[in-house]
């Protein structure tokens, strides 16, 4: 593609000087002389006649030149006339043409020094040079133009107006801030002086008040005494409820195991499992509470008033102060919706594992109890196309505008699947070497992970593996997978935590997850979206996993997380046994 565009570019350098060197000789020339021949040809020492003509490039083509014009990504939105109606001379539009026109165009690219930024993608906003293009930006990928091609009214134009108002709107921001600033250096020294008249004021009221506070420090005890025995009972509520939990847990297995219900009694002992475990670790919690109270003298008032029987403060030596906020809220959801994708084919409540928006109103979901991946309508919310599969999918991935591919992780394999006009067909299927659990594809490179052991593996669409990234300290049970260009996200389900992995292996960092990381997104601005199902919430993370917070609290057991750009909504699902939940796709959307 490089020594294409190269020889575009030569094409048009040439065609710059060719109108100069012949139009003297025009008025002498021989009858063969005057008929029209293909430019492109004729300098690399063929003649061959023309067959159409570019208005851009300025150049007479002949058949082939001018149908390989009509396709390469450079040219193919150049204004061409036919053999009708191109011009029968070189110099028939010398006075509409400016054959000394040349580009403007000597920015460097940041990233390849030696080149010139040309082009520009409108998918991800970023001015390119040729290489850029090759390497980062191909066709099937992007949509790149040349800039001179869509820069002719840019002269004057409201995008040119709208960015001097914006560039003056923060300009003028700034300069208010600094105002601002020196306001608030003055009210700094005028409260110091304040905190100074206070000080005096205190001096004086301290043996007034001294009975006062030794009341207070009473009544502070006794409320604590209080607190504690409120606790104290609350604590034994929920040991209650705990058992309760346990013995429900145990009567439904003895039922299942007596009726021989095989599947639901073995769905049912992996979620006692979990549900054992929980308890255990909220009867640790809930029994921890062993709290002790220590008076603490204030030294200030015992050397002020020279007595040893100084009234203090009383604290909690268990309480540990709330850390701030370390991302800045960006996003306000602003009203939560749903949308149903329960179906007639469906044997169980659904467990959504996974999903990706195909298109900006199809989303795919693969459905892990039902063994089955559904095309759901966003703008009618509906569930327009149901692909019934041989085992349980966990994770999918869109590979082509036409294709995607899911993970079986029970079965070992990697099923391909096509999609047109929003239906589902299943294509070839890809045997792994393990227990495979999430997927991720950039540039037609799959990103797999496996567990036990635990590893990350690249593979091509030949299904050759490229690399192998093995766990050791990296990961001990990866599950889902995100992909960009430079990075590769996981999730760790035994480590508790994301990482961000170069594509070389190298781990660029991590964020550690208080409870069970399921589920991750990226957004549009390169953050991380992670569901952490036990602790019921959805935290977003720096896309350098180095600082997170609480996005959304009280879920129902959050599951899978899907960001839309376009229309700045986040959509997640539940599984939490609950039918009010489970069969549903929550929504959030935000301003």
């Given at each position: ?6 020889s575009?570019?030569?094409k048009l ?16 020339a021989?009858?063969e002389?005057l008929?029209?021949?293909c430019q ?9 006649p ?6 851009v490039c300025?150049?007479?083509?002949c058949k ?7 396709k390469?990504k450079?040219s ?9 109606r191109?011009p029968?001379?070189?110099n028939?539009?010398?006075a ?8 403007d165009l ?5 990233m390849h020094s ?5 082009y520009y ?9 040729s290489?850029c293009v090759?390497?980062?930006?191909p066709?099937?990928v992007?949509?790149?133009?040349y800039?001179?091609?869509?820069s002719?009214?840019i002269?004057d ?5 709208d960015m001097?108002?914006?560039?003056k ?6 300069r208010n801030k ?7 250096t ?7 002086k ?9 001096r004086?009221?301290?043996n007034q008040?001294l009975d006062?506070l ?11 005494e209080q607190?504690?025995?409120k606790?104290?009972k609350a ?5 209650d ?5 346990l013995e ?5 297995l003895k039922?299942?195991?007596t009726?021989?219900q ?6 049912e002992l ?8 929980d308890?255990?670790?909220n009867?640790?919690k809930?029994?921890?509470?062993d709290v002790?109270?220590i008076?603490n003298?204030?030294k200030?008032?015992?050397t002020?008033?020279?007595?040893e029987?100084?009234l203090g ?8 102060s709330?850390?701030?906020?370390v ?5 306000q959801a602003?009203?939560?919706s749903?949308l149903?994708v329960?179906t ?6 659904c ?9 900006p109103?199809?989303?795919?979901i693969?459905?892990?109890?039902n063994k089955?991946l559904?095309?759901?309508?966003t703008s009618?919310?509906?569930v327009?196309?149901?692909?019934q599969?041989?085992g349980k ?7 082509t505008?036409?294709e995607?591919?899911v993970t079986?992780s029970?079965?070992?394999?990697i099923?391909?699947i096509s999609i ?7 294509n070839?299927?890809l045997?792994?070497d393990?227990?495979?659990h999430g997927?991720g594809c ?6 797999v992970?496996?567990?036990d052991?635990a590893?990350?593996q ?5 299904d050759?593996?490229l ?13 889902h ?9 996981v ?14 292996g190298?781990?660029?960092?991590s ?6 990381p ?9 953050t991380v ?6 602790r019921?919430?959805?935290e977003?993370?720096s896309?350098d996993?180095s600082?997170g ?6 879920l129902k057991s959050?599951?899978?997380v899907?960001?839309?750009s ?5 959509y ?7 039918e ?8 959030y959307?935000?301003?």
């Open positions: 593609m490089a020594e294409k565009k190269k575009l570019s030569k350098t040439a065609s710059k000087s060719l109108s100069s060197s012949t139009s003297s000789t025009f008025s002498t021989s009858d002389d008929k029209v021949y492109s040809c004729v300098r690399e020492g063929a003649k061959l023309a067959h159409g003509y570019c208005t300025k150049e007479h083509l082939t030149c001018f149908n390989v014009h009509k390469h450079l193919r939105h150049h204004t061409l006339l036919d053999a009708k191109m029968i001379s070189l028939q539009f010398s509409s043409i400016n054959i000394s026109q040349h580009y000597t920015q460097p690219c940041t030696k080149e010139k930024i040309k993608c409108h998918d991800h906003k970023e001015l390119l040079c290489v090759t390497l980062k930006h066709n099937t992007c949509e790149v133009n800039i001179p091609d869509i002719s009214n002269i134009s409201k995008e040119y107006q001097l108002k914006a560039i709107t923060t300009a003028d921001e700034c600094v105002k601002d600033i020196r306001g608030m003055g009210k700094s020294n005028n409260s110091l304040d905190v100074l008249a206070d000080i005096k004021k205190y004086q009221e301290i008040i006062e030794e009341k207070q420090a009473e009544d502070i005890a006794k409320l604590a607190d504690d025995e606790s104290l604590v034994v509520t929920s040991l409820d705990l058992t309760k939990t429900t847990s145990s009567d439904t039922q299942l195991n009726s021989k095989a599947d639901k009694l073995f769905l992996k979620l006692a499992e979990k549900t054992k475990k308890v255990e670790e009867m640790l809930l029994t921890s509470h002790k109270y008076f003298p204030n200030a008032i015992l002020l008033l020279k007595k029987k100084s403060s009383l604290t909690q030596r268990y309480k540990k709330l850390s701030k906020s991302l800045k809220k960006s996003r602003s009203h939560q749903t149903c329960k007639p084919k469906d044997k169980y409540e467990l959504v594992s996974a999903m990706i928006f195909f298109t109103d199809c989303l795919i693969s459905d892990y109890l089955a559904k095309v759901v309508d009618t919310k509906s327009t196309d149901q692909l599969l041989d999918p966990w994770d999918i991935t869109k590979i505008n036409t995607l591919a079986f029970l079965k070992q394999t099923q391909f047109s006009n929003n239906k589902l067909r299943k070839r299927t045997k792994v393990g227990v495979c997927v950039y540039l037609g490179k799959l990103v992970s496996f567990c052991p590893k990350v690249i593979i091509d669409m030949n050759t593996v690399s192998t990234i093995d766990g050791e300290t990296k990961f001990k049970n990866p599950q997978i995100l992909t960009n260009s430079h990075s590769i996200y999730s760790d389900l035994e480590l508790r935590r994301v990482v961000q992995l170069s594509w070389q190298k781990m660029n960092g964020y550690g997850v208080q409870g069970n399921c589920g991750i997104a990226l957004s549009d601005d390169g979206f992670v569901c952490d199902d036990k019921n919430v959805i977003e993370i896309g996993c600082k917070e609480v996005l959304h609290e009280d959050p599951q899978a899907c960001w839309h376009e229309t700045r909504m986040l997640y699902s539940c599984y939490c046994h609950d009010c939940y489970d069969n549903y796709i929550h929504i959307k935000y301003s």
